[in-house]
């Protein structure tokens, strides 16, 4: 018996269901969502299979062991089943079929020299003054009367 077989399967037969399918990078947004759908949590996807995925969960939250991951860049819900849980990272396994809940997003990246090339009234919309006026900086107004005092 060589070193990859397994004991009592033989050679020629195909490798057991217990392997894992291969992950892909990815980088998309997301959110866990559980109690009924009532409460979700911001997250990000950094691999992929078929099977499941690896998300970082922002803010660090405890997730439940069973939720539903929104995947909006691409129009689809899944039900998940944690499997594992080391600080804001999570391993979770696809334990439903996608569900598709609304057209998939396309994901535009514009560099910065494209952003010099727009018309003017776009340019000014992107650099963020958009023909306002600058705002004169002016000294902060104190409360009067006996905000913040103790009054015992």
């Not at 217990?18 to 969502?33: C, E, I, N, T, Y």
């Not at 922002?58 to 997730?63: K, M, T």
């Not at 691409?74 to 439903?96: H, L, M, N, P, T």
Request: with cysteine; aromatic share 6%.
């Amino acid at each position: 018996m060589s070193s990859i077989e397994k004991p009592g399967i033989p050679a020629n037969e195909p490798a057991p269901a217990d392997q894992r399918p291969p992950r892909h990078k990815v980088l998309k947004g997301a959110h866990v969502a559980f109690n009924s759908e009532f409460s979700a949590v911001p997250c990000t996807i950094r691999n992929m299979s078929e099977t499941g995925s690896r998300i970082i969960i922002e803010g660090g939250w405890f997730i439940p062991e069973q939720f539903m991951l929104h995947v909006d860049i691409d129009g689809y819900k899944v039900e998940c089943k944690r499997v594992w849980q080391r600080g804001s990272e999570c391993g979770a396994r696809f334990i439903g079929e996608k569900i598709k809940t609304g057209r998939a997003r396309q994901q535009v990246l514009t560099p910065e020299a494209e952003i010099e090339d727009l018309p003017p009234h776009r340019h000014e919309l992107k650099k963020g003054n958009a023909g306002v006026p600058p705002v004169t900086p002016t000294k902060p107004v104190r409360p009067s009367g006996n905000f913040g005092h103790k009054t015992r």
